[in-house]
């Protein structure tokens, strides 16, 4: 999983963008039009969204959204997450340098990113450096960790202009100060974005969040600000890392490189999530297997526990 971001997230056509995506026009904040907005042309896959002026973004043009054929806008996921897997095989097979793998990895996540805001999906959330990671080579820690640096810094302007918010999630104390004063500025500066929340994992693993999530509520309970009695499932969602987000628990995980695993990620938020694994390596996952991720999510029945009617 382990990943950097670099992202030039200017979303807008270029070689190294997919060159086969369906044309769209979108508001601002596509995503918080609601379900009555929706009206359905005579072809089942043109879905024109509306603005009626009730809600934020009011005032924008009518917005056209033309999905890919076998794709239901009221059925599409609001948060996916991935698990960017396989940078370093991809590297290796093609007898390049590892940085090469993530390079070209950075490529394809800023292709998904740029899906993600056509086809309205809310939050995406991406596992860019877990918490094991840090006992991968010096030297090529060191690089991801400058290279994410670099990055973020970089795209600052592409973040805002395109509208998109960034989270950082994860155990930051063991970042360097520099990393760590930036990710503040970049989450200020970008906090009021709307047309899709970036969350990225770093030094993260669900076993540290939920963990983390117990001591503070170890210490609200030490306090005197709650009892052992007020302790549930909502408290703890609460005090867990996706806290920053209205959709915390992900619709769609996707892994790449064939591996069948979660990796430890978001532990307690994936208990409904629904599971895809493509065997492409990450830096060769592209648009046609994303649509499929999306298309089999959507032929899924998300029971939740209950009875098959």
Known sequence: MLFSLSLSLSLSLSPTTLTSSPRFKFHSCPHVLPPNRLRASSQAHHVILEDHGSFAGAGAAVEENILPAGLRTESMPRHVALVMDGNRRWARIRGLPVGSGYEAGVRTLRA???????LGIRVLSVFAFSSENWFRPQVEVDFLMELFERGMRDEMGSLLRENIRISVIGDSSKLSRSLQELITRTEEATKTNCRLQLIVAVSYSGQYD????????????????IEPNDINESLIEQELETNCTKFPYPDLLIRTSGELRISNFLLWQLAYTELFFAQSLWPDFGEVEFLEALKAFQQRQRRYGGRDF
Do not use: F, N, S, Y
């Open 210 to 225: 939920i963990v983390q999530a117990c001591k503070k509520i170890a210490v609200k309970v030490k306090d005197g600000l």
């Open 112 to 118: 998904i990113v740029e899906l993600c805001c056509k």
